[in-house]
């Protein structure tokens, strides 16, 4: 029986995940770099010094429902694991018996069994040995959903605070706007009552200057909505947030992303998608197993006054001992049939496994365009608001010396209001840039839990 149980592991009933071969080569695109330092292995506590937001994420880490689901989640796989490593051990269990019987008036005989059974399987054929690894990649992956949860959750949290900042903005330069554009409407009107302009010119600026005032209401709305959004996610009530200016902010200057192949043990999800690979590797090898005989040793140990040819009182001790070999026979069909889709699934999940490493490289990729684009931008939008602004002021002033119309100082008034908004914009793009890189990084990560399971996975091996 051992010279089987060594040839069948030989052929594959149990041999330890190893990973397929992936390419990391170009998973970046043109950005990449042999530098190996990564902002995305930084504490979020550094990489976002607003202390405001910094209140924001750590309220949310502690009340977010969705990090306190995948916490359950853990403690439901940690159980499972558990369970699967106590399956090398016997099960003993107390099962006494009592009987009484009478026959044809006669006495009654009693008889009783105090024993307690014992049931050992031997893993020969490492039935429980995959069951144990694939509760224990299970568990892996739970936690690795865990840390997916928690940097998905910090970026969120970010880029709604940045939206206030962003909102915040745009909802102050459209209120300064509105009340220049007033000043311009009375403005207007004194210049008509001197015959230097007329009705039309005085209506354009009052219409004007009413969408402007409009436009606040939806910047209004916006505002609260995002509030609520935040609000929503940090499982509290709707209510203002206290934050900061957008263009206060401070964020690493110096941008690095790393090599490709660290995607592989920074990212959470990319590493969940690894671990329900490995899950569906050793869940084919129990289904390759179920093929095979499991040999089991049970046994009683007790006491009983029934020797089996008559009544011993009092009762004497009870010994027991036997083996038994299961093998499949009629069932074989069906414990191929489950193999067939064990490895189907396994197939799978390894595509599932490279496509979430795609799917990672693209997201680094957009994510630093996205702040390089627009940190390109800052000089230029400097340099057409000032342009712009010396545009509204020439044109006023020939505007007020009849040489100008009215509706080339309108033109001008609203490309500049359309500028600033713009560079609020991109200052906004630039932010949001860098966090989806920090997040596309697996930054956000409770590096120390991490460190914890790792040290805690060895030691159970």
């Not at 409009?214 to 609520?228: G, P, T, Y």
Request: glycine share 6%; aromatic share 6%; net charge negative.
């Amino acid at each position: 029986m051992l010279s089987i149980a060594i040839l069948m592991t030989s052929c594959g009933i149990y041999k330890p995940y190893s990973r397929p071969e992936v390419k990391t080569d170009g998973l970046y695109g043109e950005v990449e770099s042999g530098d190996t330092t990564s902002i995305g292995n930084m504490a979020w506590e550094e990489f976002f010094t607003d202390p405001r937001l910094q209140k924001l994420i750590t309220l949310g880490l502690e009340q977010n429902t969705d990090i306190q689901s995948a916490q359950w989640r853990v403690k439901e796989a940690e159980a499972t694991l558990k369970s699967a490593r106590l399956s090398y051990l016997p099960s003993f269990n107390l099962a006494p018996q009592g009987n009484v019987s009478s026959f044809d008036n006669s006495p009654a005989v009693k008889t009783y069994n105090i024993p307690v059974t014992a049931s050992w399987e031997l893993d020969i054929f490492h039935n429980i040995t995959n069951a144990k690894r694939k509760a224990k990649a299970l568990y892996s992956m739970s936690r690795e959903y865990e840390q997916a949860v928690r940097t998905q959750l910090i970026a969120g949290i970010a880029n709604l605070y940045y939206t206030l900042l962003m909102l915040d903005k745009q909802y102050e330069v459209s209120r300064e706007t509105a009340e220049k554009w007033n000043e311009g409407v009375r403005t207007m009107r004194e210049l008509k009552k001197a015959g230097l302009t007329n009705e039309a010119a005085v209506s354009q600026y009052e219409a004007n200057r009413l969408s402007v005032e409009a436009s606040l209401h939806d910047l209004e709305f916006k505002i609260r909505q995002v509030e609520n959004s935040l609000s929503t996610m940090l499982n509290e009530a709707p209510h203002e947030m206290e934050r900061g200016e957008i263009f206060e902010q401070e964020l690493p200057e110096e941008i690095s992303v790393g090599v490709p192949v660290q995607m592989l043990s920074n990212r959470p999800d990319v590493r969940a998608a690894e671990y329900s690979l490995m899950q569906a590797y050793y869940a084919t090898a129990v289904s390759r197993s179920a093929l095979y005989p499991r040999i089991t040793l049970n046994g009683a140990a007790g006491w009983t006054n029934n020797s089996g040819m008559g009544l011993v009182n009092p009762g004497k001790i009870l010994l027991s001992a036997a083996g038994s070999v299961l093998m499949p026979i009629f069932n074989a069909g069906a414990n191929r049939a489950r193999l067939k889709i064990a490895k189907a699934q396994q197939e799978e999940a390894q595509l599932a496994f490279r496509q979430a490493l795609l799917n990672a490289g693209a997201e680094v990729n957009n994510a630093l365009k996205q702040s390089q684009s627009a940190r390109a931008k800052n000089d230029l939008r400097k340099e057409q608001i000032r342009s712009l602004e010396r545009a509204v002021e020439a044109t006023e002033l020939l505007m007020r010396h009849g040489s100008s119309t009215y509706l080339e100082v309108l033109t001008a008034q609203q490309s500049l209001l359309g500028a600033r908004l713009a560079e609020i914009a991109d200052r906004f793009d630039e932010i949001q840039g860098v966090v989806n890189l920090y997040h596309a990084l697996g930054g956000g990560r409770d590096l120390e839990a991490e460190r914890e399971i790792d040290e805690k996975m060895r030691r159970s091996k």
